[in-house]
């Protein structure tokens, strides 16, 4: 019993080793691909990645935002994952014009993340960024540029200025704030229906009167042009009947007789002598 026992011990340990050994090797190898998988970080198109080092200073702001792809990042390490398209936000406001009348304005804004800036905005404004920098500052914009309008010029003819004003002010508002601003765009104004009527129909009698006095100043125009026309006839009447005289009148008259005379097809008749003392000619054959 002692000899098989001893030879046993002596062909089991090496096995028992190599087992360890073997499934040391694969406890590590799960180890060290659940770290490499937690290390990889899969930044999607139009994304950006900030890192935040919990025992390296926090979030980075020195280097650039991870781009995208794979990329590999320490485990205790976390990435932040932002959009960095142009985004569209679409606001409804109420808002006062000029002289106290209530407003409501639709409006769309573009906008994206500054990019270059994405650490700092994720650092001191947050993923919140929307709600907490973006809209504010809409708001307060339109309040400022549509209290320095009246509704009628709201409505009808300042949209453009106010849609450029608005933009303007908001760009100012959000010159710090890490986010970039594309464009705003005034979709709808919508008044109280008193007003909007009361605008319509004084837009409408101003047309009328433009209309009016297009044509007072067609028929003005028009006017004119016959005036010219008829000073034109005269003055040319006027040099006619000046250069012509009684004398040139019967030396025209003699030149016509004697090209009737000359004439081979014409059988000349001379009766006597007319008005002006020229002779008259007929012609048998007609």
Same mark, same amino acid.
């Given at each position: 019993?002692?000899?098989? @026992?001893?030879?046993?011990?002596?062909?089991?340990?090496? /096995?028992?080793?190599?087992?360890?050994?073997?499934?040391?090797?694969?406890?590590?190898?799960?180890?060290?691909?659940?770290?490499?998988?937690?290390?990889?970080?899969?930044? @999607?198109?139009?994304?950006?990645?900030?890192?935040?080092?919990?025992?390296?200073?926090?979030?980075?702001? +020195?280097?650039?935002?991870?781009?995208?792809?794979?990329?590999?990042?320490?485990?205790?390490?976390?990435?932040?994952?932002?959009?960095?398209?142009?985004?569209?936000?679409?606001?409804?406001?109420?808002? =006062?014009?000029?002289?106290? +009348?209530?407003?409501? +304005?639709?409006?769309?804004?573009?906008?994206?993340?500054?990019?270059?800036?994405?650490?700092? =905005?994720?650092?001191?404004?947050?993923?919140?960024?929307?709600?907490?920098?973006?809209?504010?500052?809409?708001?307060?914009?339109?309040?400022?540029?549509?209290?320095?309008?009246?509704?009628?010029?709201?409505?009808? /003819?300042?949209?453009?200025?106010?849609?450029?004003?608005?933009?303007?002010?908001?760009?100012?508002?959000?010159?710090? *704030?890490?986010? *970039?601003?594309?464009?705003?765009?005034?979709?709808?104004?919508?008044?109280?229906?008193?007003i909007k009527n009361a605008i319509?129909?004084?837009?409408?009698? *101003?047309?009328?009167?433009?209309?009016?006095?297009?044509?007072?100043?067609?028929?003005?125009?028009?006017?004119?042009?016959?005036?010219?026309?008829?000073?034109?006839?005269?003055?040319? *009447?006027?040099?006619?009947?000046?250069?012509?005289?009684?004398?040139?009148?019967?030396?025209?008259?003699?030149?016509?007789?004697?090209?009737?005379?000359?004439?081979?097809? /014409?059988?000349?008749?001379?009766?006597?002598? @007319?008005?002006? @003392? =020229?002779?008259?000619?007929?012609?048998?054959?007609?």
């Amino acid at each position: 019993m002692n000899d098989l @026992g001893k030879n046993f011990t002596e062909i089991d340990f090496p /096995s028992k080793k190599k087992f360890l050994g073997t499934t040391g090797l694969v406890v590590v190898g799960i180890i060290g691909f659940i770290l490499v998988m937690m290390s990889v970080v899969n930044i @999607g198109p139009g994304q950006a990645g900030v890192i935040f080092r919990p025992f390296g200073g926090g979030v980075d702001t +020195l280097t650039p935002p991870l781009s995208e792809g794979m990329h590999l990042v320490a485990p205790w390490n976390k990435v932040y994952v932002y959009n960095i398209r142009q985004q569209e936000l679409k606001e409804t406001m109420k808002v =006062l014009s000029q002289d106290g +009348l209530d407003i409501t +304005l639709d409006a769309s804004v573009w906008f994206q993340p500054s990019v270059s800036e994405l650490g700092k =905005l994720h650092k001191y404004r947050g993923r919140n960024y929307v709600e907490d920098v973006l809209k504010p500052a809409v708001r307060s914009a339109t309040r400022t540029v549509v209290g320095r309008y009246t509704p009628e010029q709201i409505y009808a /003819s300042k949209r453009e200025a106010i849609q450029q004003e608005i933009f303007n002010e908001t760009e100012q508002i959000l010159k710090n *704030q890490y986010v *970039q601003l594309n464009n705003i765009l005034v979709r709808d104004v919508t008044l109280p229906p008193t007003i909007k009527n009361a605008i319509e129909r004084k837009l409408k009698q *101003q047309q009328e009167a433009l209309e009016y006095e297009f044509r007072l100043q067609k028929e003005k125009k028009e006017a004119e042009r016959k005036r010219i026309e008829a000073e034109g006839i005269r003055d040319f *009447q006027h040099i006619v009947t000046e250069g012509i005289s009684d004398k040139l009148l019967r030396w025209k008259g003699i030149e016509a007789t004697l090209k009737l005379a000359e004439s081979p097809n /014409s059988k000349v008749i001379v009766i006597g002598s @007319g008005k002006d @003392g =020229l002779p008259i000619i007929l012609n048998p054959d007609k």
